[in-house]
Structures are given as C-alpha cells and as structure tokens.
C-alpha cells in the first residue's frame, strides 16, 4: 500500500528529500508493508532547474493541492521561514494530516502552538533536521536519554560561524575575509546577519534546550552575542594562550533554574569541541545516568539535512504501521523552568585591552586585578602602532559578575579601551 506525501517547497533540502525517498522506498515497503512516494510538490516556480527528475504534473504552485488532498497522509514542510510556513503547518495539522519540518526558525518561534495543535488533533510532528541537520539530537534527548535528567548542553550548532571562526584560526584570515569566504563557497547567506549575529544559533539552542529540560523555552531566555567583534588578535592571542574561539551554544539546568547563552568562548585546546572545525556541529550533553556524551557532524546541507527529514518520514510511516503518534509532552504541560543568568557561576576570564603604552599604566590594570581579588593565569602585551600597546589577561577562575566588575572599573580609567571579554571554557566541570 502506498503513503502519499505532500512536500511544501522544494529547494536545498527539499530537492534532497524527494531522491532520498525514492532510493528508500523499497527498503520502507519491505520492513512496513508500506510505501512513501512524495505524491505534489508545492513550489513557487515551476519551471526551475532542481536537480531532481519530477513525475509529470508532481509540481503545484497551489498549496490546496496538498492541504486539500484527503490522501495525502504525510506533509513535510521545506520552505522555511515563518510565513506562510506556519499557516500551511497549523492547515495540514487541523486537516489531522501528520507533518515534518526541518523550519529551527518556526519550532523556536511558535513551537508550542505548533505541538499543541498536533496534540488537540492526534497527528505527529517531526523536526529532527531543524538542530544539528544529520546528527541525530532530538531523537536522542526526547528517546533513548530520557531515563536522565540532563544537566548541560554545551554545542557548536551553526556552521556558518564555525567555518568563520576556524579559517580565521588557521588561516589567519580576519572576520571579513572569512566571511567573503563563507559566502563565496556557499556557506553563508548574502545577508548573514542570522548566523554571524548568534540568532540561528539561539533558535536551535531553544529547541534543544525544551526538549532535554522539559519545558518551554522562549527566544528571549537565551543571552545572545555574535562574533563580528572577534578580531584576528584575539584569534591569535587565544590561540597563543592555549585555546580557540568557538561560538559555544551553552545550556544548564540547576535544580530547576536554566541559564541560557550562545557567545563566543574560548576552548582550551584539549577539549573535545576544540577540534569541530569547518561547518561541523558538536554537541556536548551531560546526563545524571550517562554522563558524558559528544554528537558530532554534518549541520547543514541538502543530503545531511534530507537525512534526518527523511528519517522522520520513515518514523511516521513506521507509526501508521503501529497506529501510534510520537508527542512532546514539554510543549503541553506548560511548564516554565525559571531562566537565570548564572552570575556566581566560576569561569576564567579573557580581556583583550588598549591602553597607552606609557610607565604606569600595566601597573594600573595590575593593580586593579588586585584590588578586586582577581588572580591572573596569563599575560600578554604587544606592541603595536600609535603609542598604543595591547594587552591580554586570562583570569583564573571568578565568577561571571566580578568579570562584569573589572570590565567597568577598566572601561572607566583613562588610557584604557576594554575590547573584548569571553568566558573561557572549563576543560572538566
Ligand atoms: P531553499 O533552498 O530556499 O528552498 C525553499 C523552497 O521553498 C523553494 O523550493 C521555494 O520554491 C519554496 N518556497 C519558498 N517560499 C514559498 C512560498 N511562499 N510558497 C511556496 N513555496 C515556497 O531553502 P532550504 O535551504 O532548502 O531550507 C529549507 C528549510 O530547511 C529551512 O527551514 C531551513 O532552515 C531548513 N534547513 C536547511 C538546511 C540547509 O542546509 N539548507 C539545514 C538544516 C535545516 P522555489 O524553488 O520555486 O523558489
Ligand atoms: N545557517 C545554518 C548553519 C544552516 O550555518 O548552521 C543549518 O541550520
């Protein structure tokens, strides 16, 4: 018997589904009785060159044609986006039709309504490919590590920035040039502002974080800072002092009270996320039963991507076989874990500073870090052009308010330019 799917949108990841399906279709009929075939695909242009041979009439510019379609068990959403994502969604949900989306921004935005809308119909909805492309997250934290209360997500969840931020450590290229990059090889978009800026990277840490601390999260619980500010220096001085820059998606569950940040961190070299480079995502889960776990990967691209769709499709298919529905019972509890900054939390500390290169003035900084019972792990100063020298202090271990106090008391003394400070990360907690 066959299963048909309706597919909104066709493009990147889309295009990769519909040949993934036909090269799985067999195998799924053997294990289920049960055969997947994308059935309409919703596009804008139909004439556009897509890598993928169509069957005659499979392409619609109407949505109705799949929303509509009483056969049509299956809708997998491709598009992306907010609208008219959401609506086709919500449609195709209240039409008791079970979906797949890969759409982070959607799941992070306007996860609840969605889920909700799921549940009050009895269908499913499946978002594997929105974290992590083909690394498997979600099934893991909502399945196989559900007996754990899980304690710490810490991830390399956008590519982008990875490969920004790993050119510029071994190329020594500066951000700009990396980013021409990027989006030269086609990794970052024309206007890059959601990954470079942390947004993308925020969105799936919601995701993430819902589900593994069973509640909802918002957009807004999360503290978000890009890296267009990190410069080749501080590429080159962290690297001098042992560590690399990582835009770090870090998640913390402490007896009911999250703490939620993305910022640009520094690693120490010997930690296992040290050494994701390019587009590769990693993520660092830490369970009370497992402990230690690292999912490493492809993040994004059309066949990775159509991996974990396609995954899902297969699970919904394996579903009507059972005539079960997979939940997410965070979304429907309503529960709200209170969302906090950790500010008594211990990290070591990188400031990167400008001051006049003049006698006295290191003995300033010097004794200011004293005053303020602030050990320093290491110094470094630099020359450089217009009688300014360059300094960098790694903290040892304070917590994140007093880093907050030295970086006020520094940015009010004369001669003095704070320029940057990132959190270092511990190599074991
Ligand atoms: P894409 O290449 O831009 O494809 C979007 C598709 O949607 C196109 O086929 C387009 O049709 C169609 N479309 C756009 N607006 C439409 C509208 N109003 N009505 C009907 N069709 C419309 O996007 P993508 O890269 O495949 O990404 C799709 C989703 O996967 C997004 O949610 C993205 O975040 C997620 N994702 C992507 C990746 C990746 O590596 N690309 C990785 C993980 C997750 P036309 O082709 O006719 O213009
Ligand atoms: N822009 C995303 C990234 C694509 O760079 O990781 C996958 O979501």
């Not at 799985?24 to 294990?31: L, P, Q, S, Y």
């Not at 799949?66 to 086709?88: F, H, K, N, S, W």
């Not at 994004?300 to 159509?306: C, I, N």
């Not at 870090?369 to 360059?390: D, H, I, N, P, Y």
Request: hydrophobic fraction near 45%.
């Amino acid at each position: 018997m066959q299963i048909p799917i309706g597919l909104l949108g066709c493009g990147t990841v889309g295009a990769g589904v519909v040949s993934l399906v036909r090269r799985r279709a067999d195998r799924v009929a053997n294990m289920t009785g049960l055969r997947p075939v994308i059935q309409k695909i919703l596009v804008r242009d139909l004439h556009k060159d897509r890598g993928v041979h169509f069957e005659h009439e499979q392409l619609t510019t109407s949505a109705e044609d799949i929303l509509g379609d009483p056969d049509i068990q299956i809708v997998v959403e491709t598009i992306g986006g907010i609208e008219p994502a959401r609506t086709y969604i919500l449609e195709a949900l209240a039409r008791k039709k079970h979906v797949v989306t890969a759409n982070k921004d959607l799941i992070a935005l306007h996860g609840p309504e969605i889920l909700q809308t799921a549940a009050a119909n009895g269908v499913s909805i499946l978002f594997e490919a929105s974290v992590g492309g083909a690394i498997p997250l979600l099934g893991p934290l909502q399945e196989n590590l559900t007996a754990n209360e899980v304690t710490d997500l810490k991830g390399i969840i956008n590519g982008t920035t990875n490969f920004i931020l790993s050119k510029m450590t071994e190329e020594g290229l500066d951000f700009d040039e990396a980013l021409a990059l990027a989006q030269e090889l086609g990794y970052a978009e024309a206007d890059p502002s959601s990954d470079v800026d942390g947004l993308d990277a925020a969105r799936k840490l919601v995701i993430l974080a819902s589900i593994a601390f069973h509640t909802e999260v918002h957009l807004s619980d999360v503290r978000v800072e890009g890296i267009r500010h990190v410069t080749a220096s501080d590429v080159r001085y962290a690297d001098e002092a042992g560590y690399v820059i990582k835009l770090l998606a870090d998640g913390r569950d402490r007896n009911g009270r999250l703490s939620l940040s993305v910022r640009p961190t520094l690693i120490p070299k010997s930690h296992p996320l040290a050494h994701v480079s390019d587009a590769f995502n990693a993520l660092f889960v830490r369970g009370d039963a497992a402990g230690d776990l690292m999912f490493f990967g492809r993040g994004a691209g059309r066949m990775p991507t159509a991996s974990a769709v396609v995954g899902d499709i297969i699970a919904l298919v394996r579903n009507l076989k059972l005539g079960v529905v997979t939940s997410w019972p965070y979304a429907l509890a309503g529960s709200r874990k209170p969302v906090v900054d950790f500010e008594d939390d211990l990290y070591k500390f990188y400031f990167r500073l400008m001051a006049a290169d003049q006698p006295g003035v290191f003995a300033q900084v010097a004794h200011l870090f004293g005053e303020l019972r602030v050990s320093m792990e290491t110094v470094l100063q630099k020359r450089v052009a217009g009688g300014q020298a360059e300094i960098v202090i790694v903290s040892h271990e304070i917590p994140g308010k007093l880093a907050h106090e030295v970086a006020t008391r520094l940015r009010s003394m004369p001669n003095i330019a704070v320029e940057a400070v990132m959190p270092v990360e511990p190599v074991n907690e």
